[in-house]
């Protein structure tokens, strides 16, 4: 009689697809890679995939780094738009949370119509809304109340520019509203009972204990929002800007345009905000990193482990058993 083959490889378990034992073979033969040599290999081969279908559907390098500087003067009125945004966003935020947690009727709604409204409208919308409606308000403003001064009537009227700040900061804080309501309830009620019990006002309270304590939980989702308003800065140019006060999108349409090359137009934009939203999202993960130094909690001594013969029960050979040591200094450990 055939004696019967025992073993860890010997059979496969039902139920086990049929290339496993490959992949697992292939995941042992790259164990000794770094992860991150892994990685710069597939995107490697991203690239080079890419290229590939750039120069089968005729892609002008040469243009593109010919035109790309030009496209790139647009980063100073990207990031100025996407920083005046975020400040006013920011402090939109703060007051619209701070209303949301009120038990005052009026603050609470105020600021649920304004995050109702921003938020349910779109923000092309709320951005035409800005640039064009608002002139038409001074106007007739002006012609059935002819009191009115005419520069606060033509305060109404803004640049493309400042209509984008307005219009994003506008947007972005009703979305960011809530991102701060929920970082000031993530502090414990203790917290602010404390800072009660030690006579300190409303104000005192937020400034000093709750609002430190609750950035570092609003920090993180905050950064994501701003790298998204730095793309959507593109959307500015619907408004029409003068060519000095162009940003990348607008640039990169109209040289696009005009020398009937859009492709390669719109690839440097999209390499340009791409680049742009990497360097601030390596900034934003040092930033919170800093922030949760005090709250990571700090790794324990190394425990060592010995291994002691013993037996795996009866019908089996002996195994190796780890006992790990407790934690006495090393003077007063045993051998083993």
Known sequence: MKAEETGAGATRPPGTPAGSGRMNRLALASAGVPFRLKVAIVWVVIFAILGFFFHL?????GWILDKIPYIAGGLRYTIMIALGGIVLAIVLALLGALGRLSRNPIAYGVTGFYTSFFRGTPL??????????LPQIGVNLSARLPWIP???TGMFTLESTVAGILGLGLNYGAYMSEIFRAGIQSVGHGQGEAAEALGMTYRQKMWRIVLPQAFRVIVPPTGNEFIAMM???????FLGTTVAAMEI?????LVGKHYYKNLEAYIAAAVLYWILT???SYFQGRLERRLSK?????AG??????FVHGSGGAGSGAMMVEVPMPDTPDEERPDG
């Not at 559907?57 to 390098?61: K, M, P, S, Y």
């Not at 793309?231 to 140019?237: G, I, R």
């Open 294 to 298: 005090g709250y990571v909690r700090a």
């Open 249 to 253: 999108f607008r640039r990169s349409q």
């Open 150 to 152: 005419s520069g606060l």
């Open 278 to 280: 990497a360097i601030f």
């Open 231 to 237: 793309k959507d800065t593109a959307l500015v140019s």
């Open 124 to 133: 092309i919308v709320q951005l035409f809304l800005i640039y064009l409606a």
């Open 57 to 61: 559907a005729g892609f002008d390098t």
């Open 301 to 306: 001594p190394e425990r060592k482990a010995r």
